[in-house]
């Protein structure tokens, strides 16, 4: 994976005026995309400034930021309330609910062998590779994945977006 900006440290906290140019300087080294999707965290990672960044994702793409797929894992969808909440202005028709019981495409599975190493013996049974099928069949040259944020060992960290690039229209399963 490319790491298109780097700034940072422990002791040093991105301002909310310097996160727009940052953004923004990744995404120009991307290049230009035309069907792009979001997928941030829901709101238990409100801290997380997903929904800043998320907006300031709308404000770069403006119409061809076309989906917004809240992270919600196994949890509720998030409300009209929450949503502007979370990521402000942005129009609440762009936003998706997984519902992680219908939704889920398995590309593979991770095997058996590796999780039993990885777990250090606690599982032993593969485990399936799922993603919601809108990423998978949604026909998005960009996903704007969501990445770890927060705080480890007293030390602040922040990794905005991953962005998993696709030919448009491509199934990602081929």
Not at 8 to 27: D, K, Q, R
Not at 35 to 59: F, I, M, N
Not at 165 to 171: K, N, T, V, Y
Request: proline fraction near 4%; include cysteine.
């Amino acid at each position: 994976m490319s790491l298109y900006v780097a700034k940072g440290s422990p002791e040093l906290e991105i301002s909310s005026a310097e996160l727009p140019s940052l953004l923004f300087e990744a995404l120009d080294k991307i290049g230009e995309r035309r069907h792009v999707l979001a997928v941030p965290p829901d709101l238990t990672r409100r801290d997380s400034r997903a929904g800043e960044l998320t907006q300031h994702a709308y404000d770069y793409y403006g119409g061809r930021l076309e989906a917004v797929l809240p992270a919600l894992g196994t949890h509720i969808a998030m409300s009209s309330v929450q949503l502007t909440s979370m990521f402000g202005k942005m129009p609440h028709e762009l936003f998706r609910i997984h519902n992680w019981r219908a939704d889920a495409e398995t590309l593979g599975e991770v095997g058996t062998t590796f999780i039993h190493e990885q777990s250090e013996g606690k599982v032993n049974y593969a485990w399936p590779a799922q993603v919601n099928r809108l990423i998978v069949h949604g026909g998005f040259d960009l996903v704007l994945s969501r990445r770890t944020m927060g705080q480890r060992k007293k030390r602040r960290y922040f990794r905005a977006f991953g962005a998993i690039s696709c030919h448009s229209g491509r199934d990602l399963r081929s």
